[in-house]
Every structure is written in structure tokens, then in C-alpha cells.
């Protein structure tokens, strides 16, 4: 369905579209995959998957942030957002996008942002995971990453196994609280593999290596059962205990296995996108797998 596929991304571009759902509401069967609008509907949300057995990382929606007053406004939300998990006691941590809070504008200025962030966060003990973006900023992202690193225990990151340089960094942060995914973004040949059997080769690849060359926890973030039965085996023949790893899935996405990974013991946390800007991220997971076009045909004959 690659036609469909360019459909969804071009709506996911299209910036009158996504200025005009900001006011709306979650709207199309959005409810199943963005956690709310506001940061109370999505405690409400977190506090239903904590008594499920997952853990939650929220993420404020919205990215390629080019204002500053804007950035700030967005460091603002993820604030409130840790202040009331904190203060609701709820089981979460935080996902970032560095582009979301300055990066694209000024890099002191993104890492004045994001100091605040892990500054609360470290006062209510919540763990940071700053998400990787387009390999434009993969430079930057991993700078910032190094300097919160040196400062910062609750901090980790995202590595994504369609780029070369993925088992590198793999060595690099083998100690570290790292979410692997397989990379969600159109890279170029010269810097990412392109076929979808090499990049779910280099996932595994990366999974057992972090699983077994350090001290470092593994997130390991797919909707894949296969690669989750595979890793689930590997995980069994060298006796990894259960607190070394975890299972994550989007909010919304294969909620049965999910559900069976709970009850087969395992950790499971999910990502939960909250807040306005939801758009272009569902536009986003419709692109990635058509079949979900039914959560808006559902909503639309509901309505
Ligand atoms: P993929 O889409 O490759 O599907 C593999 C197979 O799994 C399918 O053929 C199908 O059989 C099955 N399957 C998948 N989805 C299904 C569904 N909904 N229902 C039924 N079967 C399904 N990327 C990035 O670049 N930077 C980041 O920071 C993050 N962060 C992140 C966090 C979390 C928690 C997740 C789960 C993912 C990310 N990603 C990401 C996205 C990631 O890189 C990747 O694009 C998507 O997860 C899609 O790849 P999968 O591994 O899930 O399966």
C-alpha cells in the first residue's frame, strides 16, 4: 500500500490541516492512540494502564518547534506533566524531543530547557528518555545526551536500528537505560539501511547485544511478535532477569499482546502522546500500517 503510505504523510504535512485540529479536539477515532488533550485527562489514562500492570513514558505531542516562545511554552507543558505525575503518584517517565523544546533554534537554549526538565524530574525520581529524530539532528541529540549523561543518572535514549552507526552506539551506551526501535523516519542510503528484512536483522542484532555487553536496561519498543517471541528466547538461554529489560508499545497498538505480555510476566510500558498537536502523529501511524484506517471508519460510523 505504498500509495496510501504518501497519502497519510502528505496530510501529516499539511500545516493548515494540522493548525485547525489543534482546535478541535481529538477528533477521527484520534482518542485511541493520543492519550488526551490536557495533562488530567491523560493521568486518567496512565492511572488505567498502571492498574493493568504497565508503566507509562508520556510524550507531549508536537515537534520542529521554531519559535522560542513557543519551545518554552512546550518545556511549560512537560513541567505540569511531571509536577502531577509526581504528585498523583502514578508509574511514568518522560520521552522528549529535543526539537520540541529548541534544538532546532539555539543549542544553549535547548539544553537551558531541558536542564529544567531533568531538574524536575530528578525531584520526583523519574526517569528521562530523550527520543531520536531525523538523522539532521542526530548530532545534536547526542551531544545534548552526553552533556545530561555526565550530569544526570535518570537520563537515557533512543537508538534506532536502521542507522549504520546503531551498533556502535549500542557499545557506547551498553551501561545505560536504552530504548531500541527499528527508526521511524525516511533516511537516506548513505547513512541508513533501506530494506525492512536488513533493518529487522540489525534490531535483533542490537537487542541481544544490549541485552548481554553491559549493565544497561533494555527497552525494547516494537509491535513486532516476532522479533518480541525471538527476544523473549534470547532472554530465557542467557537467564536475563525480568528487572533488565522491558517491553514497550505505543498507546492504543496491540493492546491483546500487550495484555499477554503483562500476563506472562514480563515487563511492559507504553507510550502515551498527550496534548494538541496530535495530527500529525496519527496521520503518522495510519502511514505506517493502513490497516488502522479502521480506528476512523469505526469513529466516523459511531458518530
Ligand atoms: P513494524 O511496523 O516493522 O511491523 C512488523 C510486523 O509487526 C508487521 O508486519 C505486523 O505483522 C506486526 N504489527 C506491527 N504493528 C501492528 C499492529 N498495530 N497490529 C498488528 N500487527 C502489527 N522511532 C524513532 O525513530 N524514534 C523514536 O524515538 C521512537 N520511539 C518509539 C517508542 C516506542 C514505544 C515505539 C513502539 C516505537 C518508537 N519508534 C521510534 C517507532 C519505531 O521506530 C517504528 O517505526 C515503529 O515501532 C514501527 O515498527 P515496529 O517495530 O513496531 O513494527
Redesign the pocket.
Known sequence: MPLLRDVFIKLSENQVLNDATKKMGLKFGANKVVGGISVDDTIERIKDLNSQGMSV?FDNLGEFVTRRSDAIHEKDIILNMINAIGENGVDASA?IKLSQIGLNIDYDFCIENITEIMDAAKKHNMFVNI???NYASYEDTVRVIDHLMERYDNIGT?L?SYLFDAKNDVYKYKDRRI?L?????KEAPAVALQE?EDI?KA?ELLIRLHLTKGDGFTSI???????IEKSIEFIKENDIPNDRFEF???FG??KELQKELVERGYNV?I?IPFGNDWYAYFMRRLA??P??INLIVKSVTKD
Not at 221 to 227: E, G, L, Q
Open positions: 513514558s520521552s527520543d531520536m529524530e533512543v534506532q530504548r526501535v527499528k527508526g521511524a523516519y525492512k529487522d534490531f519498543a516494537t509491535h513486532d511478535h516476532n522479533i514497550q508499545m505505543l497498538f496491540r510500558c507510550y505506517e500500517r490497516q488502522n
